[in-house]
């Protein structure tokens, strides 16, 4: 049976409420306080497209908010042609912005639903995806980007995700909300911890490690790699 999801959050709530939220996005510390390990998990995604990668020349940024994974790309791999996609309008004008400060390379914005994107074959030396794939619904939303994905990549090309993530098991996925809603105490008590759950309740429907590494290699990916995980969040890979 068809999983429902018609109760989850439109684009254009999801977009609305990222299109508030620009200058909280545009910095770390306070736009990724939610993430355990944020800026773990940007440093190893974009060091491990910089060791796969080095000559690359294309980025293609999903879901770049505010620009800060681009910017950080940039910093290792300076002057790339970055293309860079999201939902909402401010959040991809603050990344141009910010990401045309630091490249002599072309930058190109695309305001779409990452499943409507029209890209080049075998165009993008990189492909970044952070805290984006959790809005897809089902699984073939998951399978048609992740094709799109592979077939925009050059061949020996790479995506790197980080992203918050479900487990298969039930107990383990108890396990981990328990510990994340620990963490999210600590960041603002019992009530800031029920406002999250509440937004990842309404907006969210990850999928488990598992299930994208699985993915990632059935769409055509010949190498898969897990960069980080700590309880409901990953960084991991795959190589064209």
């Known amino acids: 049976m068809a999983t429902d999801y018609s109760e989850k959050a439109n684009n254009e709530e999801i977009r609305t409420r990222f299109d508030n939220d ?6 770390l510390e306070t736009g990724q306080q939610t993430t355990i390990d944020a800026p773990l998990t940007m440093e190893l995604c974009t060091e491990a497209a910089k060791y796969v990668n080095p000559n690359a020349k294309e980025l293609l940024d999903i879901g ?10 940039l910093s290792k791999i300076p002057d790339l042609n970055c293309t860079l996609n999201d939902l909402s309008l401010p959040m991809l004008k603050k990344a141009k912005e910010r990401a045309g400060a ?5 930058v190109v914005t695309i305001q779409d639903d990452m ?3 029209d890209l080049p074959e075998a165009h993008f030396d990189i492909v970044l995806a952070a ?7 089902g699984d073939a939303d998951w399978e048609l980007v992740f094709s799109k994905i592979y077939k925009t990549l050059k061949p020996g090309g790479s995506i790197w995700i980080s992203d918050l993530i479900a487990h298969d098991a039930a107990p383990v996925s108890k396990l981990f909300e328990d510990k994340y809603g620990a963490y999210l105490e600590t960041l603002g008590g019992p ?11 309404y907006e969210d429907t990850p999928r488990s490690l598992n299930y994208q590494l699985e993915l990632l290699k059935k769409v055509g990916f010949r190498a898969t790699e897990v960069l ?13």
């Not at 620009?22 to 910095?27: A, D, I, T």
């Not at 770049?64 to 790309?73: P, R, S, V």
């Not at 009530?191 to 309740?201: L, N, P, S």
């Open 64 to 73: 770049c908010g505010a620009g800060n994974y681009t910017l950080k790309m």
């Open 115 to 117: 499943r409507n994107l």
């Open 228 to 240: 980080h995980k700590n309880s409901c969040f990953a960084a991991f890979g795959a190589i064209k």
């Open 131 to 137: 805290a984006t794939f959790h809005h897809l619904r």
């Open 22 to 27: 620009v200058e909280r996005f545009s910095n």
């Open 191 to 201: 009530e800031y911890r029920q406002k999250v759950f509440d937004y990842i309740a």
């Open 102 to 106: 630091q490249t002599k390379g072309n």
